[in-house]
């Protein structure tokens, strides 16, 4: 066999189990949470932040939380975290949901509205919209803190 045959036949295989890793994920999270888990948005650092949190979770994940405030607007928000999908997920919901709110409505996001955009996770990661919350709370507290 040509050395191209065994690369066809590895390629092959990479592709049947990645689709057999995306069919279990499926039976797992929905649609939202691969997708926000697999192309997250506002990954990154801000230029000078006015309020920023770093958490770590009894799970051991991390997430880290920055915020632009113009006036009591979030103007924009960034994220970082080493946590799995789930967390990654959830990072990417909390930093859209919090763009354009007050500092007060931002404040009362629970972690049932990360879940409900994402549809729901299962019961074993339910820790990590806790964890985006609590660092976005955190965030929001250094701010009014500098203030």
Known sequence: MGEEDETSKFDKLIKKL???????ERKLYGEKTIVEALNPKNVGEL???????RLTDPHGDTMEIQLKIEGDII???KFTTDG????MACGSVITELVKGKSI???AMIEDSAILS????LPEED???PV???NTLRAALKAYQTKQ
């Open 117 to 120: 955009v994402l549809g729901g």
């Open 18 to 24: 990645e689709e057999a890793i995306r069919k279990e």
């Open 131 to 133: 964890l985006a919350v």
């Open 75 to 77: 103007m924009d928000s």
């Open 84 to 87: 799995r999908g789930a967390t």
């Open 47 to 53: 230029e000078n932040p006015d309020g920023a949190a």
């Open 104 to 106: 007060e409505d931002a």
């Open 126 to 128: 339910l820790y990590s």
